[in-house]
């Protein structure tokens, strides 16, 4: 389920190699003094009934890469490799992605600081 500024994945009903999940992915761009516009992102839930939360930040260049660091995270804490997090339903993924994009008021075809990408950890 997707609304702006949150997104909720679940799985009740585990099968395969697909575990029992809760996962709640929050944002909002924040300004750092220094570095600008940056998404601020809150991964918090359960996996397993193992619950986690991870915080992290991206550059507003950096901003759209969202997807792979969540999912990678949530793999961290469980959730299968060929699990994408995000990308399961491609048409929340998109609703997430315009509003991160009008969030920060960016545009296609923006450069990007490669030191950025470092710094995220991309």
């Known amino acids: 389920?997707?609304?702006?500024?949150?997104?909720?994945?679940?799985?009740?009903?585990a099968s395969g190699d697909m575990p029992l999940f809760s996962v709640d992915l929050f944002?909002?761009?924040?300004?750092?003094?220094?570095?600008?516009?940056?998404?601020?992102?809150?991964?918090?839930?359960?996996?397993?009934?193992?619950?986690?939360?991870e915080v992290f930040e991206l550059h507003r260049d950096t901003a759209f890469n969202f997807a792979s660091v969540?999912?990678?995270?949530?793999?961290?804490?469980?959730?299968?490799?060929?699990n994408s997090l995000i990308m399961r339903s491609h048409?929340?993924?998109?609703?997430?992605?315009?509003?991160?994009?009008?969030k920060l008021g960016a545009h296609s075809g923006e450069p990007v600081n490669l030191d950025h990408l470092q710094q995220d950890g991309l």
């Open 70 to 82: 969540a999912s990678r995270l949530a793999h961290k804490h469980g959730l299968p490799i060929n």
């Open 27 to 53: 944002y909002e761009v924040r300004q750092d003094p220094s570095e600008g516009a940056m998404l601020h992102m809150r991964l918090q839930g359960q996996v397993n009934g193992q619950a986690f939360e």
């Open 1 to 13: 389920m997707f609304e702006p500024g949150h997104l909720h994945r679940a799985n009740t009903i």
């Open 91 to 102: 048409a929340e993924y998109d609703l997430m992605f315009e509003d991160i994009r009008s």
